[in-house]
């Protein structure tokens, strides 16, 4: 059996030593890279006791070139700038990339610059990377790129509740609001004050209020695209005082008064062949404890027939669904292997 030999340039944040944690389980994958800016010359095992016998890798400097020559796919866990050199050196080489920044997120070049203020990927790479949602995009396109956008955690958390209404026309397009929180671990290993333990615990705050979050847009394209028109949203994201976990709250304004039974079955039907999404029953709702550790979106939804409001509440593993196991799931399509590989026996920890 030939393996597909993974590099990981930013593998010693919380998404990259994600990522190593999945695919240490996948029967074709052999990392043989580990970039890192912090630790070089150590032993990944070092850096992270938890994989004491598991995990046999030095972390290295990142040296693209090297990375390129001897890697069949590349992961990119980096803040955002950084896939931008890699990106055609990559793609000229026969090979595959996976960022799991935003580089390449957004289809329009100047919207980027305006939201992340550097500067864009070219429009050549733009035109070949493909949005790395694959219950929202479509699988052929992503088996057959050889770049990968994979999408942000609230953009992944915020479509997945979404796209069923949008794209059966049950709500108005018009003052859609996600209300969003995520814990801490969204902000990266980093030292930063806010995400200080005495800065977290036993709090609960908002931030980048007022369409200030840098995944606005992104939510707005995928959305926009499952409703088939340019929309506008409100995302409000706020920070939880637990490691792991996303949710968010939707409203939408319905369009017609509809038996919640009905739209049930919508998001039913739209999800019914999806490995990862679970559509829970009318009057449950999901939690993130519930898949915490996996690669599971859950969703639940109920109607307020007083206001005409379809509430949607999902659910995601931030550093899973939301990063770490998309990526995976991508890279199995991208080579031809079972959607599910390396993934399906993730199950969620509890408690």
Not at 91 to 101: E, T, V
Not at 247 to 271: G, H, M, N, R, S
Request: aromatic share 6%; proline share 6%.
């Amino acid at each position: 059996m030939v393996m597909i030999k993974v590099g990981i340039a930013g593998g010693t944040g919380y998404v990259g030593i994600e990522l190593i944690r999945i695919l240490l389980g996948h029967p074709d994958v052999e990392i043989t890279h580990i970039a890192t800016q912090t630790h070089i010359g150590q032993p990944l095992s070092k850096v992270y006791p938890h994989l004491q016998t598991l995990a046999k890798l030095e972390c290295t400097a990142l040296d693209p070139v090297e990375m390129v020559k001897n890697c069949d796919v590349i992961f990119t866990a980096l803040p955002h700038g950084h896939a931008l050199k890699l990106g055609a050196l990559v793609l000229d080489a026969g090979k595959k990339l996976i960022d799991l920044g935003a580089d390449f997120r957004l289809k329009d070049g100047a919207l980027y610059e305006t939201w992340y203020g550097t500067p864009a990927a070219s429009s050549d790479l733009l035109q070949k990377s493909v949005y790395g949602l694959p219950e929202l995009v479509d699988r052929n396109e992503i088996a057959h790129a050889a770049l990968i956008a994979n999408p942000g955690c609230y953009p992944t958390c915020a479509a997945l509740g979404a796209a069923p209404a949008l794209a059966a026309g049950l709500v108005k397009t018009e003052g859609m609001i996600f209300d969003a929180k995520s814990g801490t671990s969204g902000a990266g290993r980093g030292m930063a004050l806010g995400s200080h333990f005495c800065e977290v615990a036993e709090s609960f705050k908002a931030y980048n209020v007022a369409g200030a979050h840098r995944h606005t847009p992104e939510i707005e394209q995928i959305l926009g695209k499952a409703a088939g028109k340019n929309v506008t949203v409100q995302f409000t994201p706020h920070l939880l005082p637990i490691v792991r976990g996303l949710l968010v709250t939707a409203y939408f304004q319905l369009e017609k008064d509809l038996p919640p039974e009905e739209i049930w079955e919508i998001y039913a039907c739209a999800y019914q062949n999806e490995p990862f999404v679970r559509v829970y029953p009318l009057g449950e709702l999901p939690q993130t404890a519930n898949v915490r550790g996996s690669n599971y979106c859950d969703i639940g939804l109920q109607v307020d027939s007083r206001t005409g409001r379809l509430i949607v509440i999902s659910v995601i593993d931030n550093l899973v669904k939301g990063a770490a196991g998309q990526a995976v799931q991508n890279m199995n399509l991208m080579f031809g292997l079972p959607e599910t590989m390396g993934l399906k026996l993730l199950c969620p920890t509890y408690p």
